[in-house]
């Protein structure tokens, strides 16, 4: 007995969208039974971290500001995986947004008036692709691996955010905290939903979902992207620059995590701190392939893993469940979604053989 | 520069380099056989965690390393059966494994938090380990001469045996390998557990060897690190070593140049903190510039292998 | 079995299926010791899945499978070079970054101390007459020297059994000879030789016996020598051979491509680089280039498609247009058409549907995008287009290119080229890998092509393709392109050495030999 691959002719679309489904079921009943034999509550955490944010309509608002960055990189993200380019750095880039539109903040003290946000969002879209850009042309002026170079700069970044919070932007009135001053209300995100904590930020990242799902299903940079990263000699064949591309797509995911770093800083934050990169940008990763690298997977996505962040301080509260334990939810799925993978392009067989006739009866086994 | 100075430069580059180096042998045998784990990190993480909870529940150092080994191969075992069983996306699996990592280590890694930890006893006598000159050569912890061991045993595996050559093979052509039958999923499985329990050992090499006590995130991109070494050493152990004190050099510069004092007084400690990474990238650059035409990377480097029966 | 000794091997009903295919259906055929028995059978006959198993790759699904009388399963090569089978692979199984003494080192089953190997080899090398430095690294070696190694590797087990699976296909007339020499001196010494191949006249000169397979079934076992050419090929191919209809005495028009002075250099540590070319191409014209693999046949259709930008704009001219700093977008637009050797992954995205294929190459020519938006139904019309003209054999425009046979996949690529009305059509192996009946059908449209007035360049090893389709041809050598030759009273000799070039005589590319003979008949 063992398995077996059996390559399919093409891809199973079917699979192609059972499987996020199945690998977030299989996490919640492997998970939890993993947890029980360990020591924990292991059923009661599943419960509480995926099903409660969902129940309780007071949690909804949470989910939407969760879901809000998780989507805007993601989205940014998948771009850049569909051509194969590894930008595994977005947590760089959303700091360096961060701190760009503070930078603007800080110039804008003691000013007012519509024009100073959009322009935070302008600062935050360029500092994220400031920071990409090395990767970018790194990648290809000298052929150097995008994964390490985005990855190695988001550690920068982190020394950089504290450098200037401890430092030169830290606020007078501080009392010695690392933090900047706050920001203004016209350096603050409106709030959309009366009486909720729902930002600007929630529908942004839903209209750039779409507009990306438009552009990367009907336009030619969307095949563009897809062909460069299915086939990149037939890429070439059809006259698509693979440099052109990868240039495009990071930039698109450095200012897409930009732009996510600022909706944070003048959303949910009001002030940039040291605790203002919060993984998001690795999250959005797991994020980015359970919505199968398409722009409304990644709305639906978002969501769920933004379930599991709200569930996680839920359950954290209710049965002293440990929060990091999220983190080897989210890594479970991810791991059952690659798991699932294979059923996407093959078939698995048990045993030696291929017994007689089956090649047609199950078309979608 | 006083010879006391140099030699404290010695003793603690070579003890920063010391778990990059580890972790990247082991990422050298895996990629030698044609398979890419992007997870050094998340296995170093797990063998850091386990390797603390070993050592610290036993009070022995020794079972420490074997648990963080142990903990780091099992962790590439998720990785192997994913991307050589199910032929998954290496890439995407590694990073789904560095995700698991610090998952793992932030909850099992909370309990220790401030705990303190015995650590080594030098393996020579004091009168060689303490003196003042010759410490340079016996005043180091046991996993320092292990890492040396191992470079030296790795360079040898590949090039002189058969099972090394078998391995150079699978990762050349898995095609012609799998043709004259060699089988090439046993060797990568083979090869992606010794990295694991090299990264694992790695791992541990963090609060065993460099601060003793639980850290978290301790590891702090350092996996990432040891992968780019692979990279700029051409797949080659020996380079690998000069690779890896090179950066220790650079990791630990911050001592030196604030003894040295001057302008190096008033740099931010981030600056020295970024050194490392910024190092990584120029490296990165510069064995592009240099590797005109073949950089050595073994030909099947993180192509998925499924053969046809 | 007229001597009384046991069959060297013998199957009896072997069956092997594949998903959707039966790729051996109830094969069953005997080797004799010492003989020299041929496979005969088109592409997708199952020649190669049948050697796999016998060399123990694969395993049967049903059959039995004699070695010297005794019923044997051969779990694993290993157990095949055990009961001394060898065999000398089609794609070569051999390790680019390795030494040759290292790929021969692994071919080996228990590990012999390199002095005692070294001189074994030496020795092999010597009996059969075979050279090579131990020490070189595969990458350095010409097809013909890698395939030493594969043989050295073979005789080194003192195999009983020695399968070779198309082993001509990358060789030039001479290295054919020298092959030859080669296998009946070990046929002579004992050793049973199982030939796989498709070229006829190689059966003819060299086997004792041939079986002939069709769809995965037997249909005849022959003595070749008593056969012709033509009724071996009927057995091969079934229904009779269709011949493709060239008409006599086609006026050459205007010059359509002329290339002068191409000089690009090599691409990767293991590119080619090309090296002066120039030839032209009038309209009406097929112009084939001939050579063994690896001679820069890539870099020149990648210098020609416009995949890869190189030296001064008047080096290629099309239509009295100097195109040579164009990229492929705008040389296609200029009526420059090209198909790639490689079908999956070059040719065609095997993820994508036809349609979205389409949109690869065709959606300048016709129309596929309006400002930056993809037009679906413009793909999809086209592509249907495609699919009736060429009887593309496939579900339809949305099937993905990778569910596509060799044959059909070809055929949708070549029609998907030839329906945007190129002026120039450049084509690197045509009907590799590819049945005969797709073979004569693609090998028609570019003789229509031409036809209709379009210069055609043909890149292919198969010189016999060559010679049946080609009006002109050229031979490519390291790089470097011969004078043109007319292919009407062209000498086969003279050809092979030009693409020996250096590696066989290196004065042969000035000395020409001029035979009236006929080239297309078979050796004697």
């Known amino acids: 007995m063992r398995l077996r691959l059996e390559k399919r002719p093409s891809p199973s679309q079917f699979m192609l969208f059972a499987t996020p489904l199945m690998a977030v079921a299989l996490t919640m009943v492997i998970g939890g039974f993993v947890f029980t034999l360990i020591g924990f509550d292991g059923f009661g955490a599943v419960r509480e971290i995926f099903f409660t944010p969902l129940m309780n309509p007071l949690k909804w608002q949470d989910l939407a500001v969760k879901a809000t960055p998780l989507v805007i ?162 890429a070439r064949h059809g006259g698509f620059s693979a440099n052109q591309t990868i240039w495009v797509s990071l930039l698109v995911g450095g200012g897409l995590a930009g732009l996510a770093g600022m909706l944070e800083a003048a959303g949910p934050f009001g002030r940039m701190v040291p605790q203002f990169p919060t993984g998001y940008g690795f999250t959005a990763i797991i994020v980015a392939f359970l919505g199968r690298l398409n722009p409304i997977g990644i709305l639906i996505a978002g969501i769920v893993l933004a379930i599991t962040f709200v569930g996680g301080e839920v359950a954290q509260t209710t049965i002293a469940f440990p929060y990091p334990a999220v983190g080897i939810f989210q890594s479970m799925m991810l791991f059952f979604l690659l798991a699932g993978d294979v059923l996407v392009r093959y078939r698995v067989r048990i045993g030696n053989r291929a017994s007689a006739g089956d090649s047609t009866s199950e078309a979608s086994a | 520069m006083s010879v006391d100075l140099v030699i404290a430069i010695v003793i603690t580059l070579i003890g920063a380099s010391t778990p990059i180096l580890i972790a990247a042998l082991g990422e050298l045998v895996v990629e030698k056989s044609g398979v890419l784990n992007l997870g050094v990190e998340g296995m170093m993480l797990c063998g850091a965690v386990v390797g603390f909870a070993a050592a610290y529940t036993t009070g022995n150092p020794w079972l420490g390393v074997g648990a963080g080994a142990l903990a780091g191969m099992l962790a590439s075992m998720i990785f192997a059966f994913l991307t050589l069983t199910l032929s998954s996306n290496q890439v995407a699996t590694g990073l789904a494994l560095t995700i698991f990592g610090a998952g793992f280590s932030a909850l099992f890694g909370q309990p220790y938090t401030g705990k303190p930890l015995e650590l080594f006893r030098s393996v020579f006598p004091p009168d060689l380990s303490m003196h003042p000159i010759l410490k340079v050569i016996f005043g180091y912890s046991p996993l320092v001469y292990f890492s040396l061991i191992m470079v030296v045993a790795v360079w040898f595996f590949l090039q002189r045996t058969r099972a090394g050559l078998i391995l150079r093979a699978v990762g050349e052509s898995d095609i012609s390998a799998h043709s004259i039958g060699y089988p090439v999923i046993g060797v990568r499985y083979m090869a992606v557990a010794f990295g694991g329990a090299m990264a694992g050992i790695a791992g541990a090499c963090f609060p065993l060897l460099l ?36 950066f220790g050099l650079i990791a630990t510069m911050e001592l030196y140049a604030k003894a040295a004092g001057g302008v190096f007084r008033v740099l931010p400690s981030e600056l020295w903190a970024s050194l490392p990474y910024l190092a990584t990238i120029v490296v990165l650059v510069l064995f592009s510039l240099r590797a005109r035409g073949s950089t050595g990377a073994p030909a099947c480097l993180g192509k998925p292998f499924v053969p046809a029966n | 079995m007229s001597d009384g000794a046991p069959n060297r091997l013998e199957l009896s009903g072997i069956v092997k299926r594949f998903p959707g295919v039966l790729a051996n259906d109830r094969v069953s055929f005997a080797v004799r010791p010492g003989q020299i028995h041929a496979l005969l059978g088109e592409n997708g006959a199952g020649k190669s899945t049948l050697v796999k198993m016998i060399y123990g790759i694969m395993q049967p699904d049903a059959g039995e499978m004699r070695w010297d009388g005794e019923p044997v399963t051969v779990s694993n090569p290993k157990a095949a070079r055990r009961l001394g089978i060898g065999m000398v692979f089609q794609h070569f199984s ?75 296909s990358v060789l ?163 009526g420059m058409a090209s198909v790639p050797e490689e079908r999956n992954g070059h040719a065609a995205v095997p993820d994508f549907t036809l349609a ?112 049946s389709l080609c009006d002109t041809l050229a031979v490519i050598n390291e790089g470097r392109l011969s004078r043109p030759m007319a292919v009407k009273g062209a000498d086969i000799e003279e050809i092979g050495l030009l693409m020996g070039g250096i590696h066989g005589d290196p004065k042969a590319t000035e000395t020409v030999h001029v035979h009236p003979e006929n080239v297309h008949a078979p050796a004697p």
């Not at chain 3, 293991?270 to 063994?292: N, P, Q, R, T």
């Not at chain 3, 190189?310 to 040579?324: F, N």
């Open chain 1, 73 to 234: 990189i993601a989205v940014g993200l998948s771009i850049g995986y569909r051509a194969n380019v590894w930008n595994i750095g977005a947590e760089g880039q959303y700091v360096l947004g961060g701190l760009s539109a503070t930078g603007i903040v800080l110039l804008t003290q003691d000013m007012s008036g519509p024009w100073i946000l959009p322009l935070m969002a302008v600062a935050g879209i360029a500092g994220g692709m400031a920071w990409v850009a090395v990767p970018a042309w790194l990648r290809t002026r000298y052929k150097v691996n995008e994964i390490l170079t985005t990855l190695m700069l988001t550690y920068v970044s982190v020394n950089l955010l504290n450098y200037l919070v401890f430092g030169p932007w830290k606020s007078p009135r501080a009392f010695g905290q690392p933090q900047t001053i706050a920001f203004s209300a016209d350096q603050s995100l409106p709030y959309i939903i009366p009486g909720t904590i729902v930002q600007l930020g929630a529908p942004i990242a839903v209209i750039i979902a779409l507009v990306a799902w438009f552009v990367m299903s009907r336009s030619l940079f969307g095949y563009q992207v897809r062909t460069v990263g299915a086939a990149p000699y037939a």
């Open chain 3, 94 to 168: 051999l390790f680019e970054a390795l030494t040759v003494f290292e790929n021969i080192a692994l071919g080996m089953d228990a590990s012999i101390p390199a002095r005692d190997l070294e001189s074994r080899i030496r020795d092999v090398m010597k009996t059969y007459g075979l050279t090579l430095d131990p020490h070189r690294q595969v990458t350095t070696l010409s097809v013909g020297e890698r395939q030493r190694i594969e043989i050295v590797r073979a005789l080194l087990l003192n195999p009983r059994l020695l399968i070779m699976d198309e082993p001509t």
């Open chain 3, 172 to 334: 030039t007339p001479q290295e054919v000879e020298q092959l030859f020499v080669v296998l009946r001196q070990l046929a002579a010494e004992g050793c049973s030789i199982l030939y796989i191949s498709h070229k006829l006249h190689e059966i003819k000169a060299l086997c004792d016996e041939a079986t002939i397979l069709r769809g995965g079934r037997v249909v005849d076992t022959c003595d070749p020598k008593a056969e012709t050419s033509r009724s071996m090929a009927e057995k091969m191919i079934g229904a009779g051979l269709k011949v493709i209809s060239k008409p006599a005495g086609r006026e050459k028009g205007r010059e359509r491509l002329v290339v002068q002075h191409l000089s690009i250099p090599a691409i990767g540590p293991f590119g080619v680089s090309l090296k002066d070319i120039s030839f032209a191409v009038h309209a009406g014209e097929v112009f084939g280039i001939a050579g063994v693999a690896g001679n820069g046949q890539n870099a020149l259709l990648l210098a020609l498609s416009g995949e890869e930008v190189a030296g001064e704009s008047d080096m290629i001219v099309l239509d009295d247009m100097p195109i040579a700093r164009l990229k492929a977008r705008a040389r296609r637009l200029k």
């Open chain 2, 211 to 246: 601060t003793p006590q639980w850290v978290e995130r301790l590891t702090s991109g350092r996996g990432w690190i040891a992968l780019a070494l692979v990279v700029f050493a051409a797949w080659k152990p020996g380079r690998l070593l000069i690779g890896a004190y090179l």
């Open chain 3, 356 to 467: 979205d294929n389409s949109v690869l190459t065709a959606r300048d020519r016709i129309g596929m995008v309006i400002s930056g938006l993809i037009r679906p139904r413009m793909a999809t019309s086209y592509t249907g287009r495609v699919i009736d003209t060429f009887a593309v054999k496939t579900t339809g425009t949305k099937s993905t290119a990778g569910s596509l046979s060799g044959g059909n996949l070809q055929k949708y690529i070549m029609g998907r080229e030839i329906l945007q009305n190129p002026g120039v059509l450049v084509v690197s192996q045509p009907t590799w890998g590819v049945d005969a009946g797709a073979a004569a059908a693609i090998h028609q449209a570019i003789i229509d092509l031409a036809e209709a007035g379009s210069a055609i360049v043909v890149i292919s090893q198969d010189l016999d393709e060559l010679l």
